[in-house]
């Protein structure tokens, strides 16, 4: 090849890369915003020499965070939370190695139950990705859209499902935490897991909410406390009510979203076993019950200040139902308005008893 020819190749190459970088849409201060490559954006960086470097590392993270869901980790942390500050104002006693391996522990059983669905829901939903964008129903999204791959989500379900056992038995082994410790994290780590699982599915044997309730209930706050203490206050049993009840509530509402999704897909949870209607009057029995078991706290022993800090929380569950029976919940966007209220109203129970013993 003679240099003429060469040095065409290398401008004709120039050019095409020239073309290229004009096409990027660019900030006003000249970075390039994105590139899309088989339908997937990429972040780009211009280097000094004019050039493009594909980096897909802030898109991976950002991956993975959605994957993993961090925001709906508080609805098992904050009871954690509780139930460890129950363990200090009552027996004064608080060890914060425990707790942090606790949350940790929690935190992966968590991501194992969130990663599991994300892989057997798939089918579902691919469909619930095209009837509605409800960010609180359909899963995180991630695996529809062809971020990774499916079996990614299948692999460290598995990882951190074993990683949870292994703190679960450094705490009863290596810190002494009783002798109940392994057989609590298992009541958590095994319907956890199984929820979306096969051959187990409970979210599919009509039973998966209940579940739901009991291990981002009872479970958390018992747990907190009886590794700090080896022992479970009977006043853990009242307070857990309400707030299983909040989080079954917010487990079913979320259901209503992808009930055609569910229905096509054969995914027989609650929701599809006793209809919409049926569910809307589950959803308003559960939500008045907590309400009232949380309102009666006081004839339990929980300080009276439950009931002041509890009444803004009452106030949302109230307008929740009056929508409800208005069936404005048939409307997407104001469904997914009840939704997020929803998790507020959960949350809001939690720490209405945390402040009622500050």
Same mark, same amino acid.
């Given at each position: 090849?003679?240099?003429?020819?060469?040095?065409?190749?290398?401008? %004709?190459?120039? /050019?095409?890369?020239?073309?290229?970088?004009?096409?990027?849409?660019?900030?006003?201060?000249?970075?390039?915003?994105?590139?899309?490559?088989?339908?997937? @954006?990429?972040? %780009? %960086?211009?280097?000094? @020499?004019?050039?493009?470097?594909?980096?897909?590392?802030?898109?991976?993270?950002?991956?993975?965070?959605?994957?993993?869901?961090?925001?709906?980790?508080?609805?098992?942390?904050?009871?954690?939370?509780?139930?460890?500050?129950?363990?200090?104002?009552?027996?004064? $006693?608080?060890?914060?190695?425990?707790?942090?391996?606790?949350?940790?522990?929690?935190?992966?059983?968590?991501?194992?139950?969130?990663?599991?669905?994300?892989?057997?829901?798939?089918?579902?939903?691919?469909?619930?990705?095209?009837?509605?964008?409800?960010?609180?129903? +359909?899963?995180?999204?991630?695996?529809?859209?062809?971020?990774?791959?499916?079996?990614?989500?299948?692999?460290?379900?598995?990882?951190?499902?074993?990683?949870?056992?292994?703190?679960?038995?450094?705490?009863?082994? $290596?810190? &002494?935490? +009783?002798?109940?410790?392994?057989?609590?994290? /298992?009541?958590?780590?095994?319907? +956890?897991?199984?929820?979306?699982?096969?051959?187990?599915?409970?979210?599919?044997?009509?039973?998966?909410?209940?579940?739901?309730? /009991?291990? @981002?209930?009872?479970?958390?706050?018992?747990?907190?406390?009886?590794?700090?203490?080896?022992?479970?206050?009977?006043?853990?049993?009242?307070?857990?009510?309400?707030?299983?009840?909040?989080?079954?509530?917010?487990?079913?509402?979320?259901?209503?979203?992808?009930?055609?999704?569910?229905?096509?897909?054969?995914?027989?949870?609650?929701?599809?076993?006793?209809?919409?209607?049926?569910?809307?009057?589950? @959803? $308003?029995?559960?939500?008045?019950?907590?309400?009232?078991?949380?309102?009666?706290?006081?004839?339990?022993?929980?300080?009276?200040?439950?009931?002041?800090?509890?009444?803004?929380?009452?106030?949302?569950?109230?307008?929740?139902?009056?929508?409800?029976?208005?069936? &404005?919940?048939?409307?997407?966007?104001?469904?997914?308005?009840?939704?997020?209220?929803?998790?507020?109203?959960?949350?809001? %129970?939690?720490?209405?008893?945390?402040?009622?013993?500050?």
């Amino acid at each position: 090849m003679t240099l003429s020819g060469s040095s065409r190749i290398a401008n %004709t190459a120039d /050019f095409h890369i020239h073309r290229l970088i004009s096409q990027i849409p660019v900030s006003e201060a000249g970075i390039p915003l994105s590139f899309t490559k088989n339908n997937l @954006y990429v972040n %780009t %960086t211009r280097t000094e @020499y004019g050039y493009i470097m594909y980096s897909s590392n802030i898109e991976k993270i950002k991956t993975w965070f959605i994957l993993s869901r961090p925001p709906f980790h508080t609805v098992g942390v904050l009871p954690f939370i509780l139930g460890t500050f129950l363990a200090y104002k009552i027996n004064a $006693v608080f060890s914060l190695e425990i707790f942090i391996l606790g949350v940790l522990g929690v935190i992966l059983i968590m991501l194992a139950t969130y990663h599991s669905g994300e892989y057997f829901d798939y089918q579902g939903d691919v469909i619930s990705h095209r009837l509605h964008e409800n960010p609180f129903a +359909g899963g995180s999204r991630i695996l529809p859209d062809g971020k990774i791959s499916p079996r990614v989500p299948l692999w460290t379900s598995i990882v951190t499902i074993v990683l949870a056992g292994f703190i679960g038995i450094f705490l009863q082994f $290596v810190l &002494k935490t +009783g002798p109940y410790t392994l057989l609590l994290g /298992f009541l958590g780590a095994f319907p +956890g897991f199984f929820y979306s699982t096969k051959p187990v599915r409970l979210v599919q044997r009509g039973v998966g909410e209940i579940f739901i309730g /009991f291990c @981002y209930g009872w479970l958390p706050i018992a747990s907190a406390y009886y590794i700090q203490t080896s022992a479970i206050h009977p006043m853990i049993h009242w307070m857990s009510i309400p707030i299983g009840l909040t989080i079954f509530n917010v487990i079913f509402l979320n259901e209503f979203p992808d009930y055609e999704a569910d229905m096509a897909t054969g995914k027989k949870n609650l929701l599809y076993r006793i209809g919409k209607k049926n569910g809307t009057f589950l @959803y $308003v029995a559960f939500s008045l019950l907590a309400s009232a078991a949380t309102l009666a706290s006081p004839f339990w022993g929980i300080p009276f200040r439950i009931v002041y800090f509890f009444i803004p929380v009452l106030i949302i569950s109230l307008w929740i139902i009056f929508m409800m029976f208005r069936n &404005k919940h048939e409307d997407k966007n104001v469904l997914e308005k009840l939704c997020a209220l929803n998790i507020v109203v959960n949350l809001g %129970t939690t720490l209405a008893y945390i402040l009622a013993y500050i």
